[in-house]
């Protein structure tokens, strides 16, 4: 028992498990979308979905640091000085071989490919082909001949907003209903700005790493004090684009509440100057998990609420 606990605990380190809310939460509410604007809530559905997309987002991480690995940006952030490295350092640190690691990463493929072609029988098959999006988008993010994820040009947040937003949203929306509705859509841009503002201020911990192994990103193209002014923007349209669901009636009036959580992270970007050492960034990264979590929570319990009202 113990040594099977041991190598859940190794697993759930190796693929960074503790980050998988910002994946689920977006399919949460896209199933909500359904239940509150169409009646329509299947729980297995959901939870197929839920385990369809948890095994894309932790395969995801896993194929990341294996690229990463491959291409020596991991290791420059483990050598450098003053860098905060953010891999899980299975592969740095040798914890597991390189033929492991694989092997776990494309087992967790195998489980989200089977997912979605079962929720596509189920519901259409463009419930398969929103998740066959997301895993093209997650497996080219590093790996050659793509590798957006380098080019420095924006391409890196577009596929966040569209993974963690945008796909899982409607995607869990078009499994329960097996229909599209723009409701759906803008329902998906605020979580996904949040999440993909969690991405951009994650690279102030190792740009200087990643500038080293020529991984462009925006924080690398543009340095500290611009990058910040977009991080600060995103923030923004995160909120306006709650605000604009609000106003749509798209979900309730009281889900602006959520707006709260930005309050603690917005306030540390004031004790930020326009250098800063990397470890500076980490109470920014931290208040960026804790309010895109905080934020999807309390938008889950008010279209719960709704919907029961309802």
Not at 83 to 94: A, D, H, Q, R
Not at 253 to 273: C, D, E, F, Q
């Amino acid at each position: 028992m113990d040594r099977l606990k041991d190598k859940i605990l190794e697993f759930r380190k190796a693929s960074r498990f503790r980050v998988i809310p910002v994946m689920l939460i977006p399919v949460a509410l896209g199933a909500l979308g359904a239940y509150v604007w169409d009646g329509d809530l299947n729980m297995w559905l959901l939870l197929l979905t839920l385990l369809g997309s948890g095994s894309a987002h932790l395969f995801s991480n896993m194929i990341n640091d294996l690229w990463d690995y491959k291409n020596g940006t991991d290791k420059e952030a483990h050598e450098m000085k003053d860098v905060i490295s953010t891999n899980s350092g299975f592969l740095t640190k040798g914890i597991w071989s390189v033929r492991k690691f694989a092997f776990v990463t494309w087992a967790l493929f195998a489980v989200a490919a089977a997912s979605g072609i079962v929720l596509g029988i189920a519901s259409g098959w463009w419930a398969f082909i929103f998740g066959a999006l997301g895993g093209l988008i997650a497996y080219f993010y590093v790996a050659p001949p793509i590798r957006f994820g380098y080019r420095g040009k924006g391409y890196s947040e577009i596929a966040i907003l569209l993974s963690f937003g945008v796909l899982p949203v409607t995607g869990s929306y078009y499994v329960q209903t097996s229909h599209l509705d723009y409701r759906a859509l803008l329902l998906s841009l605020p979580i996904g700005l949040l999440t993909t503002l969690i991405l951009f201020n994650h690279h102030f911990l190792h740009w200087q790493a990643d500038r080293q192994a020529g991984k462009k990103t925006l924080v690398v193209v543009w340095g500290e004090k611009r990058a910040l002014v977009f991080s600060r923007t995103l923030l923004l349209l995160a909120v306006l684009a709650h605000l604009a669901c609000a106003v749509a009636g798209i979900v309730p009036i009281y889900s602006l509440l959520a707006l709260l959580t930005a309050i603690p992270l917005y306030s540390v970007y004031g004790k930020l100057k326009e250098k800063n050492a990397s470890i500076a960034y980490a109470p920014l990264m931290g208040a960026s998990v804790k309010t895109t979590s905080q934020f999807g929570v309390i938008l889950i319990v008010s279209l719960v609420i709704q919907g029961l009202i309802l």
